[in-house]
């Protein structure tokens, strides 16, 4: 009994209670739920402003929204902080195609980034070219002229019998909080994002690396503009009945040449035209694209705004989110969302007017689709190089960085990313919003978003469990990304919440304790500067 009393006084001197600020609180809930601007921030980006390509006209516009929206909000210090090299920008004005012959029918899809466009409408009949590795090219040489090719036969569609959205439940959460088995993942594993692409096979059957794959997709493309094809059709890399998952189609360096139009079609109308080319009936197509290239320099921008500590303003606390999207919609779910819960707490922050020790940060990420490129620009600025742990005096003074990135859902809580150290502190910081679904602690790390790029450099960042709704089903990366997918409720919760942690990580007496620094990563052949092609989320 004298034992359990003595560690357990220590347990507590080791760990003293962590409180939250109620009343903080309590406010930050008012103004989040009753005074709640989150969905006009998403409107804005959205509806208003379109897709936020980094480097394309969408993405300008909307950094300078959010400029004029945290002035409106009365914070003052707002930057755009330029890193590159990104590559050149890309949008679309115009997209329209058609089967032609055997019967008319139009046709949904949409131009892949980064290719070329028409002269206005063109026409073009289509055959299926099964060009897969170099050795195939000679065989098509002179043979493409004004074609439209497809390179893949039909590829068939499962039954669906899940639902498409879904929230978790108890169970879920349950399995989530559960560490990993030790194992293949590393000790804390990896909570997989969403469902990765199959890398294609080289000349020997084995995947190709993704420098060998980049180097023949150059090689294929600069292939199609000698040899004059018209355009290339492309069932979405996922999704039916309408909705087309679809990103680039060729790289954004300023070197690599401009395919002709590459179009991703909804499967079934892809299906269609290659049943029919497969049973060699006559297919003929038509496609209307207006695409724009921007090589006005290849360095693009984060959009930086911050509120100054008053007792340690040297040392920060980051909220964040990437900015830039797909263009298939207004990348709602991805992540204006995320953007728009950032933006809505800072804004709760100032309009509260609570004064905080520490500096309060928000970053809106640019290059994330492509690689998670403008948070890892950033951390290499200011605190570090991973690939030889060098780190730099800001360093030591963040405190934190937490980013939404996991569509629209609310937060049902947050993964640890393996530092034991911080469940007694988030759980308290969780606690006044477990009656509002954030229950969860997980000490497993996840992924393929912008906290990994403070992670990798022994940084705390943290991404939020969210609910999944129909962001993979229907949403992630589609033609269908768009507001109507984004719950106000949930977006409401998760506001108050990052208001809440924020607050509580920029008054908190102590830094947070971390975890050991981890080993220098160096950068794997293939990936220069900040152009890793890792996938996104
Ligand atoms: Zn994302």
Not at 163 to 182: F, H, Q
Not at 397 to 404: I, S, T, V
Not at 466 to 494: G, I, R, W
Request: proline content about 6%; aromatic content about 10%; hydrophobic content about 40%.
């Amino acid at each position: 009994m004298r034992t359990t009393l003595l560690l357990l006084t220590i347990g507590l001197l080791a760990y003293p209670q962590e409180k939250a600020n109620l009343y903080v609180v309590h406010q930050i809930k008012q103004e989040a739920l009753e005074n709640s601007k989150v969905m006009d921030h998403l409107f804005w980006l959205t509806d208003v402003n379109g897709h936020r390509l980094t480097n394309s006209p969408g993405f300008d516009r909307a950094a300078n929204w959010v400029k004029k929206s945290m002035n409106d909000f009365g914070i003052k210090d707002v930057s755009f902080e330029k890193w590159g090299p990104f590559g050149r920008g890309w949008t679309y004005s115009n997209f329209s195609a058609h089967l032609i012959e055997p019967a008319y029918s139009p046709l949904i899809g949409y131009p892949n980034a980064w290719t070329g466009g028409t002269q206005g409408p063109v026409q073009g009949e289509v055959i299926l070219a099964s060009i897969r590795v170099e050795a195939d090219l000679e065989k098509w040489k002179g043979k493409l002229r004004g074609k439209v090719l497809i390179m893949e036969p039909e590829r068939s569609i499962g039954l669906h019998t899940i639902a498409r959205g879904r929230r978790y439940a108890d169970a879920d959460l349950a399995a989530e909080a559960m560490a990993p088995d030790p194992g293949p993942t590393g000790v804390f594993g990896l909570t997989p994002g969403g469902p990765g692409r199959q890398l294609p096979a080289g000349p020997d059957g084995r995947p190709m690396s993704m420098a060998a794959i980049r180097a023949f997709r150059a090689k294929l493309h600069q292939f199609f503009v000698d040899e004059g094809v018209a355009g290339v059709l492309m069932p979405g890399y996922r999704g039916e009945a309408g909705t087309v998952f679809a990103g680039s189609g060729s790289s954004q360096d300023l070197k690599a040449p401009i395919p002709p139009p590459m179009i991703s079609l909804t499967i079934e109308h892809y299906n269609r035209i290659a049943r029919l080319v497969d049973k060699k009936v006559p297919v003929k197509v038509q496609f209307d694209v207006k695409t724009e290239f921007f090589d006005k320099g290849a360095d693009t921008y984060n959009v930086i705004a911050e509120i100054k500590g008053t007792k340690r303003p040297e040392e920060v606390v980051m909220i964040g989110a990437h900015l830039d999207s797909w263009h298939g919609a207004t990348g709602a779910t991805d992540n204006a969302a995320g953007c728009a819960v950032a933006i809505e707490a800072i804004r709760i922050i100032k309009a509260l007017n609570l004064k905080t020790d520490r500096t309060i940060r928000l970053a809106l990420w640019s290059g994330e689709e492509q690689g998670l490129f403008g948070s890892k620009a950033y951390v290499k600025d200011h605190f570090g190089d991973v690939t030889n742990m060098q780190l730099k005096p800001e360093h030591a003074k963040l405190q934190a960085y937490f980013n939404l990135d996991n569509g629209g859902g609310k937060i049902r809580g947050v993964y640890l990313q393996g530092n034991d150290m911080l469940r007694p502190i988030f759980e308290a910081w969780l606690a006044p919003f477990k009656d509002y679904g954030a229950t969860t602690l997980t000490i497993r790390n996840t992924g393929s978003t912008d906290h990994v790029s403070f992670n990798s450099l022994g940084l705390p960042g943290f991404q939020f469990i969210q609910d999944p709704l129909e962001y993979f089903s229907t949403t992630h990366h589609s033609n269908m990304d768009v507001y109507d997918y984004v719950p106000k409720s949930d977006l409401m919760q998760a506001s108050a919440i990052l208001a809440s942690f924020v607050y509580n990580a920029a008054t908190r007496d102590e830094m947070l304790p971390r975890k050991p620094l981890p080993k220098p990563q160096p950068e794997r052949r293939g990936e220069g500067g900040a152009r890793a092609t890792g996938s996104a989320n």
